[in-house]
């Protein structure tokens, strides 16, 4: 008989992931049976593939990780990277000028 690990808990959708320093990192937009998919908020906005032998612990709704934010870079798989302001379109300022005073008279 095949025993289950308690840490591997039923990783889903919406959970939160913490780093092994108890920062969060962000949350979980995919599951699979070997890895899951987050999206990182700390730092750089980007989807990340996690193998399921780097959880630690799954506790309610909160993912548990055994990796330190400089390890994930290393051993993780960086799916998508967003930097700020690379929407695709290019965003021109626009100058508003300031409001008269309407006098009640």
């Known amino acids: ?45 980007q989807l990340v593939a996690v193998p399921s032998v780097a959880v630690a612990g799954v506790v309610g709704g909160i993912v548990f990780l055994s990796l330190t934010p400089g390890e994930i870079e290393i051993f993780c798989k960086t799916l998508e990277r ?5 929407a695709g379109f290019n965003l021109i300022p626009r100058l508003v000028p300031p409001q008269r005073l309407v006098e009640n008279g």
């Open 82 to 86: 967003r930097e700020h302001g690379a």
């Open 1 to 45: 008989m095949q025993r289950r690990s308690p840490r591997s808990g039923p990783i889903q959708f919406g959970m939160h992931v913490f780093d092994a320093h108890e920062q969060l990192l962000g949350a979980v937009v995919l599951a699979r049976k070997d890895h899951f998919v987050m999206r990182q908020e700390l730092g750089i906005n």
